[in-house]
């Protein structure tokens, strides 16, 4: 595969985390790198220059601008050189050794029955995948339309029963599929064509940070495309998501005891726009979700003392309902 560039973004103190990303993309034989530098404190262009000199192209920012406009960014950059496929990663991804030969050979499989300017492929994250990799179905692994930030009433039932020992045993004799199309995907990972980016555009700069991905990558499947994930194709987050880390016990302590107000705001902004205005569903559905879900955080809010908090995600909700997107001046990157 020709022309095969990187396209990851870094900020803050991850130099050490961009590093071991970067040599995993190296060793995989990406043709070209683009690391755009959302105002990163370290000497990210000095260390990179000395350590791979021409493989990579730096795009800086001087403020930390979002995921959305910083990918926007480092994606056109990679256009504006010749590439002719994009490969996503997070600035504490790793690829597994052989694993993007095996993302490859997974495109070029489904590039026999879905045309280019429709098709990403995906790497496969554990942490992220763990339905797919427990041998869930695609009814499973997506979320159905009319959820609410994820929550849907129908699924109660079968939460209940992947906790019992029984599933266990059952989930043990289920195949893992080796691919499975997914409606919604993360630039982790993500593998396609330039002509995606013609058709269906870049990422809409507005989200900010958080959503972004989905958004984008939802507009392949609305077009009748498909987001297929490789799930031989290993990923390795070097650091586990703000989200996931609470998310042992409910997604209630991830949003009530998740690390930083600014990551609640934005992910229930986002996620609000994306259920009400992008991803088609019932209304009343949605809205029976909303007040199931929203009473039982309020439950969990008052019990645990995280009042402020339920109010901040009412505050992201109602802005991402009302399509006031943008960089909000209470939340500066």
């Known amino acids: 595969m020709r022309n095969l560039f990187l396209v990851t973004v870094t900020y803050g103190h991850r130099l050490n985390l961009l590093a071991q990303t970067l040599a995993s993309a190296f060793r995989e034989g990406v043709a070209h790198a683009i690391v755009v530098n959302n105002a990163s404190d370290d000497p990210v262009e000095e260390h990179l220059s000395k350590q791979y000199g021409d493989w990579v192209t730096c795009v800086a920012f001087c403020s930390n601008t979002g995921s959305a406009n910083a990918y926007k960014a480092g994606m056109a950059k990679a256009v504006e050189m010749g590439a002719e496929f994009l490969f996503l990663l997070d600035d504490d ?40 990799l427990a041998g869930l179905g695609e009814k499973r692994a997506n979320p159905k339309p009319g959820s609410f930030l994820g929550f849907h009433l129908a699924d109660i039932p079968f939460k209940f029963w992947r906790r019992t020992p029984w599933f266990r045993l059952l989930a043990a004799r289920v195949p893992m599929p080796a691919m499975m199309r997914m409606d919604i995907a993360p630039y982790s990972g993500m593998l396609f064509h330039v002509s995606v980016l013609e058709k269906h555009g870049y990422p809409d700069t507005r989200f900010v940070l958080y959503g972004d991905d989905s958004e984008f990558s939802f507009r392949i499947t609305h077009a009748g495309g498909s987001n297929i994930l490789i799930t031989g194709a290993g990923l390795t987050d070097l650091e ?21 107000d ?30 199931i879900y929203l009473f039982m955080l309020w439950l969990e809010a008052m019990r645990s003392g995280r009042v402020e908090r339920f109010r901040l995600i009412l505050y992201g909700i109602a802005d991402g309902e009302s399509a006031r997107l943008g960089m909000n001046p209470r939340f500066i990157l």
Request: proline share 3%; hydrophobic share 35%; net charge positive.
């Open 240 to 260: 586990t998501s703000w989200n996931l880390k609470e998310k042992k016990d409910s997604s209630f302590r991830s949003w009530l005891r998740g690390e930083g």
């Open 262 to 291: 600014f990551r609640v705001y934005y992910a229930a902004r986002n996620g609000a726009y994306f259920e009400h205005f992008v991803r088609p569903h019932n209304r009343l559905e949605r809205n029976i979700n909303k007040k």
């Open 93 to 132: 991804n790793v690829i597994g050794e052989g694993a993007l030969s095996i993302l490859i050979a997974g495109y070029l499989e489904c590039a026999g029955s879905i045309a280019p300017d429709r098709l990403s492929v995906l790497a496969c994250r554990p942490d992220h995948h763990a339905d797919v």
